[in-house]
């Protein structure tokens, strides 16, 4: 590569990592602020906020990706054209294609960092969060420390907890199971105490009253007592084995047992390849949106106050490949022998690039030829 193309190169890749940034920043904050409320209003501490929000990055990474290497590209095309640097390589001699390979090599290697997350990183961090989520959510421990607040830990189940001492008392305690419709049953205690042994998680409470209503009898009965326990273990289901979406299964497995997954966890043969080709055809996009905003960018001639309505064009572009995307997806679960449907977003975004370059290109010989007759020796 030459001096200009690394130069090029340089820009592009400061850009890209200053575009990510802020696009993961500004999506993280949106999605974090839902995140916090649920996993804070579970009973779950700061540092599970922080792991799930780390396991949801590579997700969010990938999304973004490709908006910041059309922005990096867009916005590097712009600065060059507009501070003259790209208007003196093409009167020296190179034609848009030639200044092209910059960005080429540009897309290449967001497509290699593209492909690190979106095959390897991103299904292992899905699957690790898919468990992480079912063991949080049998955490009835959890469920049940917040003070101050009726919380429903199981159908039928109601608790209050009024205030939680730094010992681990629990005051002004209110159970209410109803999940025995015919036979409802209420407790209320000054103090409670969570206890953890070998037979569950129970609740001993300390000088409350028991109601239970008889509903074919029609009688409510009180019982006085000075402690009484409640198992709680079994309000939620414990088992932290949750089923694995289409996200969490490893790219090995879907190129090389999808057979397997498909009798074992019934996932159809179009969910699994439009899953699996999903994975590869954003590596693919990268190129091709790096390609398209550089493209259409040169199609512009100098001006001093930028390329906007170029800009403006190569970004009706990205949003056409992305629609595109979208409504192949599902062609391909229909019928997974159009799986080369998942890369048409990719290949149209290199044609229309190519034909833009051709286009201007043209303008550059045009001036050539003219250069040529008019220092020839006159007769």
Known sequence: MSRFDGYFLRQMLILFGFFTLVLVGVFWITRSVSLFDRVISGGQSAMVFLEFTALTLPTLIRTVMPMAVFAAAVYATNRLSRESEMTVMLATGSSPWRLSRAVFVFGLVAGLMMAVISVFFRPASVEQLEQRQAEVAGDVTAQLLNEGEFLHPAEGVTVYIGKIDL?????????????????????????????????????????????????????????????????????????????????????????????????????????????????????????????????????????????????????????????????????????????????????????????????????????????????????
């Open 167 to 379: 010992d681990g008392t629990l005051s002004e305690v209110f159970v209410s199971d109803r999940r025995d419709s015919l036979n409802p049953i209420s407790y209320s205690s000054k103090t409670a105490y969570l206890v953890n042994n070998e037979s569950g998680i129970h609740l001993v409470m300390l000088d409350g009253i028991a109601l239970r209503l008889d509903q074919q009898g029609r009688t409510l009965s009180s019982t006085l007592f000075a402690d009484a326990s409640y198992d709680i273990s079994a309000l939620t289901d414990t088992n932290t084995m949750a089923e694995r979406s289409l996200e969490a299964i490893p790219t090995v497995e879907l190129l090389r047992d999808r057979d397997a997954i498909s009798a074992a966890e019934g996932f159809t043969e179009g969910e699994l390849i439009d899953e699996l080709h999903q994975r590869f055809s954003w590596i693919a996009i990268c190129v091709a949106v790096a390609l398209a905003g550089y493209s259409t960018l040169m199609l512009g001639s100098f001006s001093r106050f930028g390329l906007w309505p170029q800009i403006l064009g190569a970004f009706t572009i990205l949003i056409l490949l992305e629609g595109v995307r979208g409504f192949v997806s599902p062609v391909v679960v229909a019928d997974p022998d159009l799986w080369l449907l998942l890369y048409l977003p990719a290949i149209m975004g290199v044609v229309i690039s190519g034909l833009f370059l051709l286009i201007a290109g043209r303008p550059l010989v045009r001036r050539r030829h003219r250069d040529t007759i008019g220092v020839l020796p006159q007769a």
